[in-house]
């Protein structure tokens, strides 16, 4: 199993930003993806998450309403958009896969099997 995360950067506060998860070994029918997010001297915080099949999803409060998670099952990649940036959005972004039918809440996302690499992103002006 093979996950791999792409795209973040830096972006000023109110940007926009879309981390992808590439993901080889498993397909997303079987497999929930999660993002996870851990920032300088915090802990790792779990903030979304896609299940497999039809994809019921998950979103932190702290991220509720500014972030969207989709999958595109051709290309086996989960995608992160995150809009309307802020400053404590900063911190290096991880994507994980278990397997399963649900949408993992925030600490389950903590608890999946397989994780990537991680991407880092900066909001900064």
């Known amino acids: 199993v093979q996950l791999q995360a792409s795209g973040g950067g830096l972006v000023q506060p109110g940007g926009s930003l879309r981390l992808s998860c590439a993901a080889s070994?498993?397909?997303?029918?079987?497999?929930?993806i999660g993002w996870a997010r851990q920032a300088p001297g915090k802990s790792r915080e779990g903030v979304s998450s896609?299940?497999?099949?039809?994809?019921?999803?998950y979103y932190a409060d702290s991220v509720k309403g500014r972030f969207t998670i989709s999958k595109d099952r051709a290309k086996n990649t989960v995608y992160l958009q995150m809009n309307s940036l802020k400053p404590e959005d900063t911190a290096v972004y991880y994507c994980?896969?278990?397997?399963?039918?649900?949408?993992?809440?925030?600490?389950?996302?903590?608890?999946?099997?397989?994780w990537g690499q991680g991407t880092q992103v900066t909001v900064s002006s």
């Open positions: 994980a896969a278990d397997i399963g039918v649900g949408a993992p809440s925030s600490a389950a996302i903590l608890g999946m099997d397989y």
């Open positions: 070994g498993i397909g997303l029918d079987s497999y929930a």
């Open positions: 896609i299940s497999s099949g039809e994809g019921s999803t």
